[in-house]
């Protein structure tokens, strides 16, 4: 039953969709298929990470802030910790091994599809919970794959472990525990998106949103338990810009994870208004989706399972629990 805890993920996505009134089920929105990406902060990188590499053949492009390298964590909070504080001992060639070794037993989409993805990779240089070093080490890995033009870093800004905005939180240097959103004049939620899709349009600062934020049920999506058995809410959230309301004009689709004290049980919609993701979204017809994860006994912290509190399965190259089948 761990298939659920990043199913949920591939149903989002296959639906390309969104709702009407109160959280409630999906439905279809004009979504071009083929503009799909995903980005997070922190746990939520290292679930991007994972979400891109196992199905690279359905996204194009992958935002990686504050993050660490795909199997990382080795499946334990005790890897995981060492993942994050001392990143001069990972063994990065490993991580491609597993990877590679994945895509050969078809557990894992092939590693070809990778090759022509944007990958932008933001690492602060204060970044006192996810130490900078694992920025190049990640660098390093999407190196083995994708062209190198396609791999765009940002390990220049004072930055410590957080979601930058240019407009929004506490000092960029420091650990705003609050919110873990700081304002370090550095918008990455459009930087991040520009990368992946290309000339997009800056927003328009203090411009009112004119489209629609939503929740959304997530249970929909549990039938044979419920979300909190996998530490998910039973309520998400989704932007669909004025341009991309009415169906007519085919959209683009982000998904945004939000890291560990991030989500709605810790900070409600704090993270979903101010990460800067819907002013880029409105102003270039980005449908952005947030996902939402909850605190259980074995994830305090309300993180995406990056460290197998699921269980053994969650990035498992042989025993992936993410295939709809």
């Known amino acids: 039953m761990v298939k659920v805890k990043l199913f949920i993920l591939i149903l989002i996505l296959h639906a390309l969709s969104t709702i009407e009134g109160k959280a409630d089920r999906l439905e279809s929105y004009n979504v071009d298929k083929t503009k799909v990406s995903i980005s997070g902060i922190s746990s939520g990188a290292a679930m991007a990470t994972q979400m891109h590499v196992i199905h690279s053949a359905d996204f194009m492009g992958v935002g990686i802030v504050a993050g660490v390298p795909f199997a990382c964590s080795g499946g334990n909070l005790v890897g995981a910790t060492a993942c994050m504080q001392t990143p001069s001992l990972e063994s990065v060639s490993s991580f491609e091994l597993l990877t590679s ?41 999407y190196n083995h794959y994708t062209l190198h033009s396609n791999v765009k870093t940002v390990f220049n800004i004072d930055a410590e472990h957080c979601q930058p905005t ?15 959103l700081n304002n370090c004049g550095y918008n990455a939620a459009f930087e991040l998106l520009n ?6 349009k800056i927003p328009e600062a203090g411009k009112p949103l004119t489209g629609q934020l939503k929740t959304f049920d997530q249970s929909t999506f549990f039938h044979l ?29 982000h998904i945004a994870l939000h890291g560990c004290q991030q989500g709605r049980h810790f900070i409600n919609d704090e993270y979903v208004k101010h990460a800067g ?49």
């Open 225 to 253: 338990s419920v979300p909190i058995t996998y530490s998910f809410d039973n309520t998400g959230y989704i932007y669909v810009p004025s341009g991309c309301v009415d169906k007519q004009t085919k959209c683009k689709l």
């Open 101 to 141: 070794s994945g895509a050969l037993f078809g557990n894992v989409d092939s590693t070809y599809h990778m090759r022509h993805d944007k990958v932008y990779i933001f690492a602060g240089q204060s970044d006192s919970v996810v130490k900078p070093g694992n920025g190049p080490n990640i660098q390093r890995y």
């Open 195 to 200: 990368w992946i899709y290309g000339d997009l």
């Open 277 to 325: 993701y819907n002013e880029v979204g409105e102003a270039n017809n980005i449908i952005i989706l947030y996902p939402q994860i909850t605190p259980i006994p074995t994830n305090l912290n309300g993180c995406w399972d990056w460290f197998g509190y699921t269980g053994s399965y969650f990035d498992l190259l042989d025993e992936l629990p993410v295939s709809p089948n």
């Open 166 to 180: 240019d407009n929004y939180g506490g000092t960029c240097n420091v650990l705003s525990k609050s919110n873990y």
